[in-house]
């Protein structure tokens, strides 16, 4: 699954993704928010449990999208919304569909510092559990180069570990 991931230290609150995703839809469905000199953009992160997609009396809301024709305005999607990214406009709730139609997203498009990027989260967590096993395993460090070949049982790991512990 694919998800658009925000970098809030990166945004410079142009507002170039808000004018491109309205461009195409007629209202942005990304919003950005200033705080403390600091924007955040704030954008729908299709939630596995979705609380839009449960409480919507007419089922307007998928996975996917809001089917704008059985949508009534009603409005409690966007209260319980936990990220405040579905808007209501002319009557209809708006939310980021990831633009389908299109390549790259128009928001990811106009983001000239790149602080928008569509990421696929399931590639995301294999690279994070790589890193992480790296780190456990001493993969990832640099070791210096000996003249012999060191091979350590956990067991020994873990004796001087303890050593070291006890020794502070």
Wanted: glycine share 4%.
């Amino acid at each position: 699954m694919k998800k658009i991931l925000t970098q809030p230290d990166v945004c410079d609150g142009c507002l170039d993704c808000e004018k491109a995703c309205a461009g195409l839809y007629g209202t942005s469905r990304i919003t950005i928010r200033e705080v403390d000199d600091s924007y955040y953009p704030i954008v729908c992160q299709h939630c596995e449990d979705a609380p839009c997609e449960l409480i919507c009396p007419t089922e307007a809301i998928n996975e996917e999208e809001i089917t704008e024709s059985k949508c009534i305005g009603c409005g409690l999607c966007m209260m319980v919304c936990p990220f405040g990214s579905i808007t209501i406009h002319e009557r209809k709730a708006h939310r980021c569909n990831q633009c389908p139609d299109l390549d790259t997203p128009a928001c990811i498009k106009a983001c000239s510092k790149r602080a928008i990027a569509l990421v696929d989260t399931e590639k995301l967590k294999l690279e994070k559990q790589k890193q992480h096993i790296e780190k456990l395993t001493g993969l990832g460090k640099k070791r210096k180069k000996t003249q012999f070949v060191n091979i350590l049982t956990s067991k020994t790991r873990a004796r001087k570990a303890l050593h070291r512990e006890e020794s502070k």
